[in-house]
Structures are given as structure tokens and as C-alpha cells.
T-cell receptor, first 112, second 115 residues
């Protein structure tokens, strides 16, 4: 079946760099997305990788390796406001149709 | 503010009842997606509509149904409610059918409590 795995929790200090990994198992892969969700809030889109390599958007970067079924989100110069849950998601296109699958999320705690 | 609106914000009802959740997408967006998020859980994709037609389907229960109207707003109907249906229901929209960069804009959600 289809699944995504990511660590449940990561802790880092302000100013540090943190990497959140995501491994996926799908049959009809169409791309890996990352979303941020603060407690009580709605998910917000961070990045999308359809091809192998690194995508950079300000302090956040996302990487994809399709051959390894693996991706990661890299957060640099951590700030307290980055404390949130981060979800990886795929658009899985098996069985002639597709659906969206989200990981269970990684809770990032940024310490002062 | 994502531009996606959802009503109501909160809904409290009893088991066995039926409720309707409403979503208005961002201006110009043709796709609407529905997700369920239970306490401390990830997002479970329910269904996607594109320009009025069902485009993708997740693990949506038979007790649940959705539709997208000509003005592109969407409604999610939940019937024969059970305690386990208590969750946050998000609607998202995008300007594409889903084959492009996959960016979805989420509304603030409707918190459903079934007693």
C-alpha cells in the first residue's frame, strides 16, 4: 500500500539548521509536497518537488530523490515561529486515478 | 488569510445526525479538496472536485458525500454521524487540476464535535 514515514518530533535551538526526512512508498509518484501547520491553524504550502534535486525558497529548502523514494525539508536559521508541525505529502497515482497522501507529521520544537 | 472560506467554524451535533460543511474556494480556483484531521493525526484526503466534477477520491466513507456547484463552492455532507467522526475538516483549493505544482490553499477548517 501507499505510505509516508517521517519522524514524529524534532527539537533544535534558535539559529540552528534542522532536516526533516520523509520516505514514501507509492506506485504512481507525481511529486512530494511539504506543508507547515501551527497549532490550531490550517496547513500552509511550503514547497513541491517533482524532479530530483534541491528547491530553495528563502530559509527553507526541499530535496527529492525519486530513486531512493526519499525527500527532506531543510530549515535554516531557525526562529521560534518555526515551531510547528511539518507534513510531507504525495500525489499518488495508482489504480488509474490518484489521491493525496499526507504523512503523520513532524512536530518541530525550536528552543531559545 | 488563504482566501478560502469555510462555514461553520464549529459544529456540535449528536450521533446519527447529518451535517453539511460549506467551502468557498479562492477566487478563480477550480479545484476543491476535502480533508479530515483527527486529534493529533495527519490529514486524511477525502475527495477532490475540479470544475464541478469529481477528480480524485481518497478513503471517504459511504456515509460522506460531496459536490461542487456551478459557482465552484463545495459542500461536504456527513450523515449517520458517529463519535469517531469528530475531527477538524479542512477544505483546500488550487488553480489547477492537480497535475502541476500541487500547491493547495487551505481554509481555516470546521471543527465538528459529535456527542
Amino acid at each position: 500500500g501507499q505510505s509516508l514515514e517521517q519522524p514524529s518530533e524534532v527539537t533544535a535551538v534558535e539559529g540552528a539548521i534542522v532536516q526533516i526526512n520523509c520516505t514514501y512508498q507509492t506506485s504512481g509518484f507525481y511529486g512530494l509536497s511539504w506543508y507547515q501547520q501551527h497549532d490550531g491553524g490550517a496547513p500552509t504550502f511550503l514547497s513541491y518537488n517533482a524532479l530530483d534535486g534541491l528547491e530553495e525558497t528563502g530559509r527553507f529548502s526541499s530535496f527529492l530523490s525519486r530513486s531512493d523514494s526519499y525527500g527532506y525539508l531543510l530549515l535554516q536559521e531557525l526562529q521560534m515561529k518555526d515551531s510547528a508541525s511539518y507534513f510531507c505529502a504525495v500525489r499518488d497515482g495508482t489504480s488509474g486515478t490518484y489521491k493525496y497522501i499526507f504523512g503523520t507529521g513532524t512536530r518541530l520544537k525550536v528552543l531559545a | 488569510d488563504s482566501g478560502v472560506t469555510q462555514t461553520p467554524k464549529h459544529l456540535i451535533t449528536a450521533t446519527g445526525q447529518r451535517v453539511t460543511l460549506r467551502c468557498s474556494p479562492r477566487s478563480g480556483d477550480l479545484s476543491v479538496y476535502w480533508y479530515q484531521q483527527s486529534l493529533d493525526q495527519g490529514l486524511q484526503f477525502l475527495i477532490q472536485y475540479y470544475n464541478g466534477e469529481e477528480r480524485a477520491k481518497g478513503n471517504i466513507l459511504e456515509r460522506f458525500s460531496a459536490q461542487q456547484f456551478p459557482d465552484l463552492h463545495s459542500e461536504l455532507n456527513l450523515s449517520s454521524l458517529e463519535l469517531g467522526d469528530s475531527a477538524l475538516y479542512f477544505c483546500a483549493s488550487s488553480g489547477t487540476s492537480g497535475s502541476e505544482n500541487n500547491e493547495q490553499f487551505f481554509g481555516p477548517g470546521t471543527r465538528l464535535t459529535v456527542l
